[in-house]
């Protein structure tokens, strides 16, 4: 059974960091992407940040890109998400998806209808 627990969330200052923790069992991140994405209170879902199963490809969306790093441990079958230079807009719940995506392929990797698994999700708190 495919299963991801999320984990590394908290309150914290704007400019601080946190590193999220992905962490997948029942399967290997080598036949799965992982993506990360995050809701806040009254808004929808949205993508943040994906790497491919071969660690090739990694995406990130226009809001983070340059403060957020997506990274994997396969030997903790783990994926990361350091988070850097956080804003109060980053405040929602966060959660890690995985998918499998065809060859021809041609969306952004960060709609969440392409994941199929999800975690519970571990909420980030950017407040003063």
């Known amino acids: 059974q495919l299963h991801l627990a999320e984990s590394g969330g908290g309150l914290v200052q704007p400019g601080g960091s946190l590193r999220l923790s992905c962490t997948a069992s029942g399967f290997t991140l080598n036949d799965y992407a992982i993506g990360w994405f995050r809701q806040a209170p009254g808004k929808g879902r949205e993508g943040v940040s994906h790497?491919?199963?071969?660690?090739?490809?990694?995406t990130y969306a226009d809001p983070v890109k340059g403060r957020f790093t997506i990274s994997r441990d396969l030997a903790e079958n783990t994926v990361y998400l350091q988070m850097t230079s956080l804003k109060p807009e980053d405040t929602a719940v966060y959660y890690c998806a995985a998918a499998t995506f065809p060859w021809l392929y041609s969306g952004t990797y960060l709609q969440d209808n392409d994941y199929h698994y999800w975690g519970q999700g571990t909420q980030v708190t950017v407040s003063s």
């Open positions: 790497v491919s199963s071969t660690g090739a490809r990694i």
